[in-house]
């Protein structure tokens, strides 16, 4: 199955709860606090495999959560750091927010990575909150949670083949015959405007269901297209991202050498590299050839090339197809271990990850709600949702703490200036904090 864009969500690990204990010694009748942290909560890092071209492989599973941190324990004892969850993508694969609304990642290139939801932090142990007022606090933080997003994987298809060859030669009606990719096919020139890109499983031709590739199909190009005649080159730069150029020539005509190097000379023009590029050449239409047109256009093409193999088929009647595909799949893996082998010494690479929901004010009041007895401040930040998640109203110690917070940024007078009064909320992350001047 051909998957390039797919919706997932993403839940990195709660950070685990800090320890609230107390030393226990002989000899030592009121030990201090002693409750280590807890341990980070896993990441969620996406990261480029080279040996996946599809998404496929995760269609099965929307949810992807990586594992918390352990609890922290007494005797200052740390808790366990969660395992980072690596969801791996092929290269080329763009990351979007779930609802397209900003770009996150561009993955091109090989070993490029992304942490894309950040595990929570671990709890403070209570050995942490002991000051010269307060000698034995009971109370430890409990883990930060960990980053919920949902995300859009899009595979931008790079084409690891290019068909090139004048127009009619029957590039199209070659994709269309190995490939899910289903271009117009006409017996007039330039028939294909726009590229066209198709998967080819090998599986279909008894090869591994692992292996396959993506092939462009372009339009034909003509004597002077790099002077902007016919549809012009504008389409080789679609060609000059792949690995490998499948040049497809027509048995049909005249002079096989002679039409070899139009296009090659093409190419030179537009790009030296492209010229050199690896390239397998095909005689296609062979079900319109008899033996001894067939050898007439292997001679003449045996002038020009020489030392390279040329493959004979017919795209009409499908013969000659998997010796073909062969040949380009185990050209593909060559030039593929090649550049693996250049690229490993390069550093890996760890984008930065963008945050566009990074809240860098403090807090903000978002709205007054209007009980029947009572008033409810909603405010919002970062720090202060954490910090309510974290330390939790519910124990004496840990409502002192954020009426500490609330003070210390502002929150309090902000309340009072928008009109708080004994008996109202202020309510933060779905907490109802009584209001105290
Ligand atoms: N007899 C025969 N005809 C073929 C073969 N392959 C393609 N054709 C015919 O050649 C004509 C052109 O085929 P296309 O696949 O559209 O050629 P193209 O190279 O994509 O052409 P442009 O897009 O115009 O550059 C069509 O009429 C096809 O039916 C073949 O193997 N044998
Ligand atoms: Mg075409």
């Known amino acids: 199955m051909f998957c390039d864009e797919l919706k997932i969500k993403v839940v990195a690990g709660n950070g685990g709860s ?18 280590g942290d807890g341990g980070r909560g896993g990441d969620i890092i996406v990261k480029v495999n080279g040996n996946i071209n599809t998404l496929s492989h995760l269609v099965h599973q929307k949810l992807h959560r ?39 990642a561009d993955l091109n290139k090989l070993g490029d990575e992304i942490k894309i939801a ?10 942490h909150f002991k000051s010269s007022t307060h000698q034995a606090p009971k109370f ?7 980053e919920t997003k949902e995300i859009l994987l899009e595979l931008k298809l790079m084409a690891d083949v290019g068909l090139i060859g004048l127009p009619s030669v029957g590039k199209s009606t070659l994709i269309s015959v190995i490939s899910n990719a289903r271009p117009k096919i006409a017996a007039y020139h330039f028939t294909t405007l726009v590229p066209n890109l198709g998967v080819v499983s090998m599986e ?20 002077g297209a790099s002077e902007g005649k016919g549809l012009g080159i504008q389409f080789l730069k679609h060609v000059s991202r792949t690995k490998l150029l499948v040049h497809i020539i027509d ?4 002079n096989a050498g002679e039409n070899y190097k139009i296009i090659v000379n093409e190419l030179k023009k537009f790009n030296k590299n492209l010229a050199k590029r690896e390239e397998i050449i095909v005689i296609n239409k062979a079900d319109v050839l008899d033996e001894e047109t067939l050898a007439k256009r292997l001679k003449e093409l045996k002038k020009v090339i020489k030392t390279k193999k040329v493959f004979v088929i017919s795209a009409v009647t499908r013969d000659g197809l998997k010796p073909l595909l062969f040949e380009i799949s185990k050209e593909l893996d060559a030039i593929k271990k090649k550049a693996f082998a250049t690229k490993v010494k390069t550093p890996v690479k760890i984008l930065p ?3 566009p929901h990074v809240d860098r004010i403090k807090f903000k009041l978002d709205k007054v709600v209007k009980g029947k007895e009572c008033k409810y401040f909603y405010v919002s930040g970062e720090r202060i949702d954490q910090l309510v998640i974290m330390t939790g109203i519910s124990t004496q110690e840990g ?16 309340v009072e200036k928008a009109g708080i009064e004994m008996g109202d909320f202020i309510v933060i992350n779905g907490k109802n904090i009584v209001y105290r001047p």
């Open 18 to 35: 800090g320890c609230a204990s107390f030393r226990r010694e002989k000899y030592v009748p009121k030990g201090g606090p002693d409750g």
């Open 66 to 104: 990586a594992e918390h941190g352990g609890a922290g324990k007494g005797n200052k004892r740390h808790g366990k750091d969660a395992e980072d969850l690596i969801i791996e993508v092929p290269q080329g694969t763009i990351i979007f927010m779930g609802d397209k609304s900003e770009r996150l």
């Open 118 to 127: 950040r595990g929570g932090k671990g709890g403070l142990g209570n050995f």
């Open 140 to 146: 430890a933080e409990t883990g930060e949670p960990g």
């Open 204 to 223: 279909q031709f008894g090869g591994s269901a692992n292996d396959g590739f993506v092939v462009a199909d372009i339009p034909g190009l003509i004597e």
């Open 251 to 254: 048995g049909f005509l005249d």
């Open 353 to 355: 990850v963008l945050r």
């Open 399 to 414: 409502l002192e703490r954020i009426y500490y917070y609330l003070e210390k940024v502002g929150i309090r007078k902000a």
